[in-house]
Structures are given as C-alpha cells and as structure tokens.
C-alpha cells in the first residue's frame, strides 16, 4: 500500500484518526497499521489493509461472492454469466468501462473504486495517465487476494483494502471521484451509503454506480433471501440528493441503470 492511500484512510472504529504505519515508508507490504485516536490496529498483508472490525451475516449472493473459487472465475466466468442470467445478454466489457469512465470525469485525487470485487475496472483506472491514484475496496477477502495476483499480472498498481460498506474508512475530501459498480443493490443501507460518499469526496468528485433494477415479476423475499436490494431510479435519486450530491444523471440500461451524481464544486 502506497503511502499516498496510507494518507486518506481513517480508522473505521473510531471514524477519528488516520492510520499510520510503525515507520515512515513509501509502501507497506506487511505489518500493522495504527490509529493514534483509538490505538486500534489493523493488519496489512501483501498491501492489502484489513479494516473489517465487526460484519452481520452476509446473504446468499455475497456468501459466493466470498468463496475462492468464484473469485478466481469471477471475471471470465461468473461476471459474464450472472449479466446474462439477470439481463439475458452479455454486455460488452469496454462498453460498459467506457461508460464509467467519461462519466467520472478529470477526478482531482485518488479515486474509490468500491466494491471492487478482483479489481477488473481498478486495473484500467490504474492505467489511465488522468487518474492520479486507485485504490480499491471490497469486504471479501476471496476477490482481494485474487485483485492482488490480478494486478501483479497486469503489472500495474492498485492499493486494495478490505473494508464494509455503507462505511467508508477514508478521510473527509479526500477522494477525486468514486466508482461502484454493480454492487449497490447489494448494500442494504444506501441512505448511510451516499452520506459516505458525500463526505469522503472532494468538492467536485464524482460518484458513479451501476445497479440492477428491481424485477416487478420477483417478490420481494426472492431478493431478500439473495441479499439484494434493488432499487429504482426514483429511490435512488431522492437519497443521493438527501445525501446532498448534486447534478444527478442517469443512463438506463434495463435490467440496469447506471447514475452520476457529484459533490458540490466551493
Ligand atoms: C457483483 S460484484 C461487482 C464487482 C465489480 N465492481 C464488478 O463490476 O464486477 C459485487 C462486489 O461487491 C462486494 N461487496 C458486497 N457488499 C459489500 C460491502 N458491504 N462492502 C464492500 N464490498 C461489498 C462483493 O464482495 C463483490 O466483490
């Protein structure tokens, strides 16, 4: 973990102090990492921070989503697959980045991308010479330590943390944009989500999400069974506005909408 992202983590017990290293270094590969607030400590293992203190159960969907072998096939064979099962076609992946990417705009700091799962759009981020620093988070360890291999491979540098969300373990104004793709219809509380969101980006960064639609024909107990939580446009776009993000923007794409919204510029 670069110390550029060491930096902006705060410590997700107390949501006080930053979290720093027993020395200064330039990257942490291994060792703790403590909050001068609280004395809590987190460990770091090949660059990844462990910032997961307490966790309910997951559902069904996130309980795969943390099995090895689904992660290991996640990008060539369960992503693909779970598209068709839910859309019926399978989107085409550089589509989809492109997407995301002209709608997260000239990000002016490190940007999130949050649910990260094994780091597939972190690793193009990385890549791109407008993105100043990537850093990924995810809760499940499974799809961070195949991002790890993932991204030695590729040989380009993303920092990953495994962390829960609704709660963000990074300091106020500290990111230049957020990217969440296809993962918040798995966080149950979105409301709590966006307030994060709002807090830990800059003026002018830019949330981006992408999220599968609610299915009139599943009932309700069907998603919750799944651990889903899907919403529709309207519930998404009141609690991003409460939450304080403003130009709100949607591409449609059903099954899946796609949203923009951004912190206020001073
Ligand atoms: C369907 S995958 C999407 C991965 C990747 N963003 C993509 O577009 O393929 C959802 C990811 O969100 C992660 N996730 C689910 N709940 C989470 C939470 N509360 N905090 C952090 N990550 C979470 C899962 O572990 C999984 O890797």
Redesign the pocket.
């Known amino acids: 973990m670069r110390r550029v992202i060491l930096a902006i983590l705060r410590c997700p017990k107390c949501r006080r102090g930053g979290l720093l290293p027993e020395s200064d270094v330039a990257e942490l590969a291994f060792g703790p990492i403590r909050c001068p607030e609280c004395h809590a400590s987190f460990p770091v293992g090949e660059g990844v921070a462990d910032l997961v203190t307490e966790r309910g159960v997951?559902g069904t969907l996130?309980r795969g989503?943390?099995q090895p072998l689904v992660a290991r096939s996640?990008?060539r064979y369960v992503?693909p697959a779970?598209q068709v099962a839910i859309s019926r076609r399978r989107f085409d992946r550089d589509s989809e980045y492109l997407i995301y990417r002209s709608l997260l705009g000239k990000p002016d700091g490190p940007v999130l991308?949050?649910?990260?799962?094994?780091g597939?759009?972190a690793r193009r981020l990385a890549r791109d010479p407008e993105v100043p620093a990537v850093v990924g988070?995810?809760?499940?360890k499974a799809?961070l330590e195949e991002g790890v291999a993932q991204a030695r491979e590729a040989g380009v540098m993303v920092d990953l943390v495994r962390?829960?969300?609704?709660y963000l373990p990074f300091m106020d104004h500290s990111l230049g944009g957020v990217l969440?793709?296809?993962?918040l219809h798995?966080?149950s509380d979105a409301t709590r989500l966006f307030i994060e969101v709002g807090r830990a980006l800059r003026p002018g960064g830019r949330y981006v999400a992408?999220t599968y639609l609610p299915r009139p024909y599943l009932a309700d107990w069907v998603h919750r069974r799944a651990g889903l939580h899907p919403r529709g446009e309207d519930e998404i776009r009141s609690a991003i506005a409460s939450a304080g993000l403003v130009n709100f923007q949607r591409i449609l794409l059903p099954p899946f909408l796609v949203v923009k919204a951004e912190k206020a510029a001073r």
């Open positions: 997951p996130q989503l943390e996640y990008e992503r779970l991308d949050l649910g990260c799962g094994t597939l759009f988070m995810d809760v499940s799809m962390a829960d969300a609704p969440h793709s296809m993962s798995l966080i992408s």
